[in-house]
């Protein structure tokens, strides 16, 4: 009997231990998951206002149009004025000898507060694209005479037929033929712009390619994957000729205005783009 007595105290300080041991566990665990779920909670707190300051970051939209003035310049001018939003245009100056209704729609451009004119070469490179830059101070000459005859108040530039930039920090070439003259510009005092997006159009009937909404979405895409030259910064390449008709340039309204209307989004002048 008192060996039974025995084994069953035994068992009991055993079952005791055993249930203060679980306890114990059982506490500190209790003790650590507050502790666990603040780290977590901090970091997703964190996250998000990471993610929160980089979206509410202001993004900055370049719109450039290139080869004016053409068949498009008045809708283009009129659109901007209305809508009240700063864009560049790079022009052309052979376009003038068409007629007076080019040089009229290169005055409008001259005339309107919220367009900067930039030099898009006198003669376009003949559209020859390899045999004008295969000479660059011939090139370079091209550009010199359309400044001088358009009176150019500034040194903004972009070459026909190329994606290239000359910024004070930065050189990128898209292909070999015209780095030259890109270079010599440069050493001129020039800035040379090429493209983050092209809103690309039919090259027979120059009807836009891309849609309104196909825009807004790459627009989107390339800020969020930051696959601009500069982060938070955007320029787009258009053409005048791509808004010959009130449909077309309907469209050019409707991508400034959900632009706007997104809230996020500042329209500004290649001149005060970050170096």
């Known amino acids: 009997m008192i060996r039974q007595l025995g084994g069953w105290m035994k068992m009991g300080i055993a079952i005791n231990n055993a ?19 603040i780290s977590w909670a901090d970091d997703v707190a964190v996250s998000n206002t990471i993610k929160g300051k ?61 367009i900067e004119i930039g030099n898009h070469s006198y003669s376009h490179a003949h559209d020859s694209y390899s045999l004008f830059y295969s000479k660059p101070e011939l090139a370079y000459d091209d550009f010199l005479y359309n400044a001088d005859i358009l009176k150019l108040k500034n040194k903004l530039a972009r070459l026909p037929g190329r994606n290239m930039w000359r910024l004070k920090n930065r050189s990128i070439d898209d292909v070999k033929s015209g780095s030259k003259t890109a270079d010599l510009l440069y050493s001129k005092g020039y800035t040379v712009f090429g493209w983050d997006l092209e809103w690309r159009h039919d090259r027979i009937t120059a009807v836009p390619v891309q849609t309104v909404e196909d825009m807004v979405y790459l627009i ?28 077309e340039e309907s469209k050019l309204k409707e991508l400034i205005e959900k632009l706007i209307a997104s ?7 290649l001149s005060n783009y970050p170096q």
């Not at 203060?20 to 502790?35: Q, R, S, V």
């Not at 989107?220 to 449909?247: P, Q």
């Not at 809230?263 to 002048?269: L, Q, V």
């Open 263 to 269: 809230g996020n989004f500042r329209f500004e002048h």
């Open 220 to 247: 989107d895409t390339m800020f969020a994957k930051k696959k601009t030259v500069t982060e938070n910064h955007i320029v787009i390449l258009c053409h005048d000729e791509m808004f010959m008709t009130s449909w």
């Open 19 to 37: 249930k203060i041991k679980n306890t114990g566990i059982f506490l500190a665990i209790c003790l650590l998951i507050p502790f666990a779920s």
């Open 54 to 114: 980089a979206d509410s970051a202001p993004k900055f939209i370049y719109l450039t149009f290139d080869d004016g003035p053409l068949k498009g310049s008045n809708d283009v001018s009129e659109a901007v004025e209305l809508e009240k939003i700063k864009i560049n245009v790079f022009v052309v100056g052979s376009h003038l000898k068409a007629g007076p209704r080019m040089r009229g729609y290169f005055e409008l451009y001259t005339k309107n507060p919220y």
